[in-house]
């Protein structure tokens, strides 16, 4: 259970039921879906234990490991086979560069299309799809697929609801993806007690266990994000005698990351200055609307809005339903904040 990296196998999904069983049914009834949550939440493991459960080939492009959505594809498609691609450029075993920026729309479609004749049913899975740079391309390939592959292609779309991801969940009248529907599964924190019924379970698994006042002090840090919860694990396990030491190297590792995705994500959103002096606030305590209005300085309730709508929208921010104050999602944003303001770093 304490196992890192994204998990495969549906056995050592943690309190997913019916995320999964919905995520399954999607797939097998070729509906496209999008997972929406925070990062850490376990949007990835979900869908990769859904693809595993359904039991079909799977295409897998992560935003953040290449950004050219073309480039992605096709480079997955051509894997391990040769490939006449328009004219007489055989492609074996290599990949494209730039393709996108160098191959006209008719050209994508038609290697597209070539690629996926006769091909078994697949599911692709688009990973932090946010990060994809090409979204004019992307949403074309994509609104392609839904009209000529829908029977062989079913995509799973996780990310944060900004950027690429926004158009495909929002499309307008001029979107290529218009009139075209999608599935949206939110990925949710963790209940403080189901991340204690986790961490004891895992605990359990390594022969292990700890203090109740020890379990409630990791879950209060760390809160119902399973990423974080799973790297406690990780390194308590390793060195069980030394609760402050996992304590500590969990939070280094995790500001570190945090960190680096908030400073990328600062590139994509607009109006991040602000943002960051919202999330400034918070990170002392929750908020009414009226409390960040002053914060915000000359900011009109429309301008407040917006940002507070961006912010909920990149899964940093949550409105509580009890009282309609907002609040960090992630502790680890809050502890990062407190430690070292943005406007500060490099």
């Known amino acids: 259970m304490f196992d890192t990296p994204p998990k495969h196998d549906p056995k050592l999904l943690f309190s997913r039921e019916k995320e999964l069983a919905d995520l399954v049914k999607y797939i097998q009834e070729k509906r496209w879906t999008i997972l929406i949550g925070p990062r850490r939440v376990g ?19 992560d935003a953040r490991e290449n950004a050219n959505f073309a480039d992605n594809l096709l480079q997955a498609l051509t894997h391990n086979s040769n490939f006449q691609i328009t004219g007489n450029i055989t492609v074996p075993n290599m990949p494209f560069i730039s393709l996108g ?37 992307l949403l074309m390939m994509l609104a392609h697929l839904y009209d000529y592959h829908y029977e062989t292609v079913t995509p799973i779309i996780t990310g944060s609801a900004v950027g690429v991801l ?50 409630v002090k990791t879950v209060e840090l760390l809160d119902g994000l399973p990423g974080w919860l799973t790297m406690f694990g990780y390194y308590y396990t390793a060195n069980p005698s030394n609760y402050t030491d996992a304590v500590n190297k969990t939070l280094g590792e995790a500001l ?15 109006g991040w200055q602000m943002h960051l002096k919202l999330l400034t606030a918070l990170s002392s ?31 940093y921010i949550e409105k509580r339903p009890q009282d309609g104050r907002y609040e960090i999602t992630d502790p680890i944003m809050t502890e990062l904040l407190k430690r070292k303001p943005f406007n500060q770093q490099t």
């Open 101 to 137: 920026a160098s191959y006209s729309k008719q050209a994508l479609k038609k290697n597209l299309d070539n690629l996926l004749n006769g091909r078994k049913k697949t599911v692709l899975l688009l990973d932090e799809a946010q990060w994809f740079s090409d979204q004019r391309t």
């Open 43 to 61: 949007k990835t493991s979900l869908a990769k234990c859904a693809i595993k459960q359904a039991g079909y080939p799977s295409i897998i492009l």
């Open 166 to 215: 926004k158009s495909i969940l929002e499309p307008n009248n001029k979107s290529p993806l218009f009139g075209r529907p999608t599935m949206q599964i939110d990925v949710k924190k963790w209940h403080p007690s189901v991340s204690m019924n986790f961490l004891k379970k895992g605990l359990e698994q390594n022969n292990l266990s700890l203090d109740t006042d020890l379990l």
């Open 285 to 315: 305590g929750s908020k009414s609307f009226t409390e960040l209005l002053s914060t915000a300085g000359q900011s009109t309730n429309s301008a407040l809005s917006k940002h507070l709508d961006m912010l909920q929208r990149l899964n």
């Open 256 to 270: 570190k990351i945090v960190s680096d995705e908030t400073n990328s994500i600062g590139k994509l959103a607009r």
